[in-house]
């Protein structure tokens, strides 16, 4: 039966890599052979030996290692408190740590400089503006809950009683964590991990509005050769450098995550045992780092002129005359290139985990691989390369309604993975063994054991993709679209990108909107599970 | 977890319903026309807008129906053009500006076609002899400043921003990464006797320099709440000062010191290889129509270029634009740009 199986799911990989193949895979080798083919080979030299990309590299580079430390440093509390909450409590923290995902850079870099003023950091001896700490602070603020959701949700699957027998045995609580909790918990940490790098590996907002003018990375340098200065030999030299560094940064960390698989049965949330002090500490400098900026969302949202109201909300019915189409028709344009891109995403992503995990040969590394380069590819790589490679029939997609959704779905299906694969790793082949003894088919088997099973990482990795969709700014703005179209945070934009009180106001009460669609949603999405919540 | 299957299914159903998730209105019926009906389409920046009535119209009047596309800014516009040159993404696009002008021609992006109605568009708005292009609409990008904010009198030269009254009190936008920031480095190119070291003593009184306008003139600019009293931004940033204000105004907070301001001129053109070179010419005129240019003050708060269209009310009253704004050859800036922003780098940000 073993063996049948295995040849099913090896087989059904045509669908993960059909999909990567046509969407992402083939657009980007044919921009990058384009850019090249105009002289390439001497941009690549000359670039490798300029000092401008060598620090753009590093500077890259460093950040986002230091993002990713910071974010699982700081993160990981939460991730154990969210682990130990009941479940009722565990959706609510998991919808409310999402929120910051959909917010605009420009909202948030707003709110940080308010907040930097407040508490005297945008000048004097501690200066947070314009430096490399702003750029960290925000890596961290936009991607706490990637780890928080990734690692808690693993964490409360845990059996807890291997730690009580370790605390039995004389280990101090310290010690537990370090020999016991964190081993067991480092397949799903490297999964976060390895989201939270590459997104900081390739943020451009966040290093441009808050990093100051003179921060420079991979990202920002492709955009200012490709865009700016139409040069696309010299883009299409960065894009390889990027793309190369993040197959190395993404096969170390796969190696990680795949070393030392453990099975596991059933969650016991009694081994975990709260500090009260430490609890109230994580509790406070979350709702700081999360909460602040957010608050600050929504005191400009209800601000009219030097009052509070509501005028802003009501504004968002009427159509303003720099926009296509209203506000409220933006969200609903949002929620449906949302619900369809994280459709695709499951779909996707669902056999692509379970090809990983289950099937056979070089493939599955292959596909664990590919599949998370979109996160690290460059938005102008994607969308460019999409723009000249689908661009004859039978592949005229370009323009296509679908190509926004498909694109967004690039970046959710690698959420679906890393969310399931650990998942999927660790569930005790015994059962599946027993049941198919006792005469289930393979299919039966999946169905009820490692569907079940695996669930909760679907729908944790759905609702990402969801509020990915959401969010996202950048790949959208480089697909040529009808305008009326428009996805909320681009008519947020363009609000942005107008003088005057009201149209600032009507932003920031689309952008609280925007948030509070975002954690519904996430909250239905991760419903869906009902009663049997909780355990694996 | 079939239950749960199911549940997620009709939740998806659930919100495609509540937001009509079909493809059928990506795609509008062709109205029955009464000559000849074929669809162009219009690629444009995602600034563009237009009343539907108004295109409906045209459609009516002609049998052309017109598809929009937009992406991105003007330099995405273009670069994507480029890029796509051998399988164009439309029939007409509309967008480039005089500072990526040349960019554009030396792609060959356009093929010649001289509008009927050009003759109402004043001479100085002409720039291509070819005809590769028409001008549809312009507008001067200059530095704002906040009246009530200035902690002097309000500046009226660009020297004026040198005065250490002004110390501290100006942002721009890098040139590198911002079309109103380029455009003004390019006022101070055609403006100054020695820009650099214009550029050296603004440096010197504490100009601020932001990636984007959106984080100028919200972030620092006291617009936003910032602590910055001037900005650079458009001329016709104080008539939408007063189009957008929470409380209706008389006058607007903002001024514009007009000695700072450079032209950005809009243009159209006929995509080279479209199929419908007659119909995307027809597009063009409409772009030059009356109708149209009344509504493009409000819809994307620049000006009409031809002289009979009549300015909304705010606009009438509360523009203003410069008498003899800076310009440079297009030609120059592409052969330029990059040379200065270079430098532009070093001496400001180095």
């Known amino acids: 039966m073993g063996r049948d199986r295995a040849r099913l799911i090896t087989a059904s990989a045509v669908v993960p890599v059909g999909f990567l193949g046509l969407f992402f895979a083939y657009p980007v080798a044919t921009v990058l052979w384009r850019g090249l083919g105009f002289g390439g080979d001497v941009a690549l030299a000359d670039l490798l030996g300029s000092g401008r990309t060598r620090d753009a590299v590093w500077f890259t580079v460093w950040q986002a290692a230091v993002s990713t430390v910071l974010t699982v440093a700081v993160a990981l509390p939460g991730a154990s408190a969210l682990a130990r909450s009941r479940p009722r409590t565990q959706r609510r923290l998991r919808a409310l740590v999402t929120i910051p995902f959909v917010l605009p850079t420009v909202v948030v870099a707003g709110a940080f400089a308010e907040l930097f003023v407040r508490f005297g950091l945008d000048d004097g001896p501690v200066r947070l503006r314009h430096t490399v700490w702003a750029i960290l602070l925000a890596h961290v603020f936009f991607n706490y ?51 939270v790098f590459l997104f900081s590996f390739t943020s451009f907002g966040v290093v441009l509005v808050l990093g100051g003018p003179r921060q420079a990375t991979i990202e920002t340098e492709i955009y200012r050769y ?17 793309l190369v560094a993040v197959v190395a940064l993404v096969a170390l960390a796969n190696r990680l995550e795949r070393t030392r698989p453990l099975t596991q049965r059933a969650g016991h949330r009694t081994g975990l045992r709260r500090s009260r002090l430490g609890g109230a500490v994580n509790g406070l400098g979350v709702a700081m780092l999360l909460g602040l900026p957010i608050l600050v969302v929504i005191e400009r949202s209800l601000t009219v002129g030097d009052r509070y109201g509501l005028t802003n909300y009501r504004a968002l019915g009427t159509r303003l005359t720099m926009l296509p189409a209203p506000a409220t028709t933006a969200i609903r344009n949002s929620l449906v290139y949302a619900a369809v891109a994280t459709t695709i995403a499951l779909a996707v992503g669902t056999i692509a985990a379970l090809v990983v995990v289950h099937g056979r040969g070089a493939l599955r590394h292959v596909l664990d691989l590919g599949l998370t380069l979109p996160l690290g590819t460059s938005a102008v790589t994607i969308g460019f390369g999409i723009l000249i490679a689908l661009d004859q029939p039978p592949l005229d997609l370009r323009t296509t309604w679908w ?57 944790v990795g759905a609702s990402f993709a969801f509020a990915v969709s959401m969010g996202e700014f950048g790949a959208t703005a480089f697909i040529p679209r009808r305008p009326d179209t428009l996805t909320a945070p681009q008519a947020l934009f363009r609000m942005l990108s107008t003088p005057g009180e009201l149209v600032r106001g009507q932003a920031m009460a689309l952008a609280v909107i925007l948030m509070l669609v975002v954690a519904i949603a996430v909250l239905a999405i991760e419903s869906v599970r009902g009663s049997d919540e909780g355990t694996f | 977890m079939t239950r749960s299957t199911r549940a997620f299914v009709s939740l998806l159903a659930t919100l495609c319903l509540a937001a009509s998730c079909s493809d059928d209105d990506a795609e509008p019926a062709a ?17 563009f807008a237009v009343e539907a009535d108004l295109l409906a119209a045209f459609t009516q009047e002609t049998g052309i129906t017109v598809e929009l596309l937009s992406s991105g800014d003007t330099g995405q516009l273009v670069s994507q053009s480029i890029l796509s040159a051998g399988a164009p993404l439309g029939d007409v696009l509309f967008g480039v500006d005089n500072t990526f002008l040349q960019r554009a021609l030396d792609a060959d992006l356009f093929a010649p076609y001289e509008a009927a109605g050009l003759d109402r568009v004043p001479d100085e708005f002409e720039i291509d002899p070819q005809q590769r292009v ?50 003004f480095l390019l006022a101070t190119i055609a403006g100054t006797d ?62 514009v010191l007009l000695d700072s301001c450079y032209r950005q001129i809009e243009f159209a053109g006929v995509l080279a290889g479209t199929e419908h070179p007659e119909a995307a010419g027809r597009l063009i005129e409409f772009l030059l129509s009356k109708p149209f240019q009344e509504g493009i003050p409000e819809a994307m708060f620049v000006f009409p270029v031809v002289d009979d269209a009549d300015l909304p009310a705010e606009w009438a009253v ?7 704004p800076h310009l440079l050859d297009p030609s120059d800036v592409e052969a330029n740009r990059e040379e200065w922003t270079d430098r532009w780098v070093e001496i400001v940000l180095g």
């Open chain 1, 226 to 242: 490709a865009v700016l200065r139409t040069d696309f030999s010299t883009a299409a030299a960065l894009a390889v450098v990027q």
């Open chain 1, 145 to 195: 809950a990637v780890v928080v959701r990734t690692v808690g949700s693993f964490w409360a699957g845990l059996d807890g009683r291997v730690e009580e027998q370790a605390r039995v045995l004389g280990a101090g609580r310290a010690r537990t964590f370090r020999e016991v909790t964190l081993p067991r918990l480092r397949p799903a940490i490297a999964a976060a991990a390895s989201i």
């Open chain 1, 403 to 459: 190509i926004v959704p498909i694109a967004h779905s690039l970046v959710g299906i690698p959420f679906v993975v890393r969310t399931m694969v650990p998942v999927l790793r660790r569930i005790d082949p015994s059962l599946r063994e027993a049941a198919a003894v006792l005469g289930a088919s393979p299919g039966r088997v999946r169905r009820e054991i490692d569907l079940p099973i695996a669930g909760r990482g679907m729908l």
């Open chain 2, 194 to 255: 020695d820009w650099e070291q214009f550029w050296a003593d603004l440096r010197t009184n504490g100009v601020s320099v932001t990636p984007d306008w959106e984080s100028a003139y919200y972030g620092e600019f006291t617009s936003g709440g910032g602590d910055r009293s001037m900005v650079v931004s458009y001329a016709s940033s104080p008539p939408v000062e007063v189009m957008f204000a929470a409380e209706p105004i008389d006058e607007p907070p903002t001024g």
């Open chain 2, 134 to 183: 028409t001008p549809i609409d312009f507008g001067d990008v200059c530095v704002n400043y906040w009246t009530d904010a200035l902690p002097g009198p309000a500046p009226t030269s660009l020297e004026d921003l040198l005065d250490p009254i002004y110390a501290g009190e100006l942002v721009v936008q890098n040139p590198e990464s911002s079309s109103p920031g380029l455009a």
């Open chain 2, 318 to 324: 509360h523009a203003r634009l410069a008498d003899d």
């Open chain 2, 31 to 47: 109205p029955p026309s009464p000559d000849d009906p074929v669809t162009i389409t219009l690629l444009t920046h995602d600034s």
